[in-house]
């Protein structure tokens, strides 16, 4: 799945677009390296997302398609 895609459906950001544009800007990395929107999610995957004044940084547990809101955020679990 594509990296935009997998963080609005896991709920990290609330639109496709931001997303887009938050990996454009260099505001997300993975596994340490800026990522682009096109990047292939995989299980195991270290996600830095930069916006506003804090950031997040996450793994990959899961990859769907959908996810209703009670499951998203079992799609990833926070890193320390």
């Not at 799945?1 to 496709?16: A, E, P, Q, T």
């Not at 990522?35 to 270290?46: F, L, M, Q, W």
């Amino acid at each position: 799945m594509r990296l935009d895609k997998y963080l609005k459906v896991s709920r990290l950001i609330k639109r496709r677009t931001v997303a887009n544009e938050a990996c454009d800007g260099g505001l997300v990395s993975v596994n340490g390296k800026v990522a682009r929107a096109s990047y292939e999610v995989k299980i195991g995957d270290i996600l830095e997302i930069n916006l506003g004044s804090r950031g997040v940084k996450v793994q990959v547990v899961a990859v769907e398609d959908n996810a209703r809101k009670e499951t998203a955020s079992a799609m990833y679990k926070e890193v320390l």
